[in-house]
């Protein structure tokens, strides 16, 4: 079984900072792709930041320049840096790993719990 848990996510004022973070545990042989995504009240979910395990990164067109994903695969852990938030940035922010669990097997998708971020004045 693996676990995902997220944390960091809180109350900020437009224009300041967070950083949420994401520890894998269980019986991992191999987190590959690893992402994060939101969803806020009444919206679907969508993906903010990726990375692959070779160290790309995808972002969101609204949060170019704003928000760095980056990850410490020694701690399977992933990182989101968030700057310059915005109020439209309110929203649960989940994390999504895409794990194998042995060598040779297919990989598996598993989620964090979510953890809230509320930009707000």
């Known amino acids: 079984q693996v676990q995902l848990v997220e944390s960091g996510g809180g109350l900020v004022q437009p224009g300041g900072s967070l950083r949420l973070s994401c520890a894998a545990s269980g019986s991992i042989y191999r987190l590959n792709g690893m992402e994060w995504y939101r969803q806020a009240p009444g919206k679907q979910r969508e993906l903010v930041a990726a990375?692959?395990?070779?160290?790309?990164?995808n972002y969101a067109d609204s949060v170019k320049g704003r928000f760095t994903i980056s990850r410490d695969n020694a701690k399977n852990t992933v990182y989101l840096q968030m700057n310059s938030l915005k109020p439209e940035d309110t929203a649960v922010y989940y994390c999504h790993a895409d794990t194998q669990l042995a060598w040779g097997t297919r990989s598996y998708d598993y989620w964090g719990q979510g953890t809230q971020v509320t930009v707000s004045s």
């Open positions: 990375s692959t395990s070779g160290g790309s990164t």
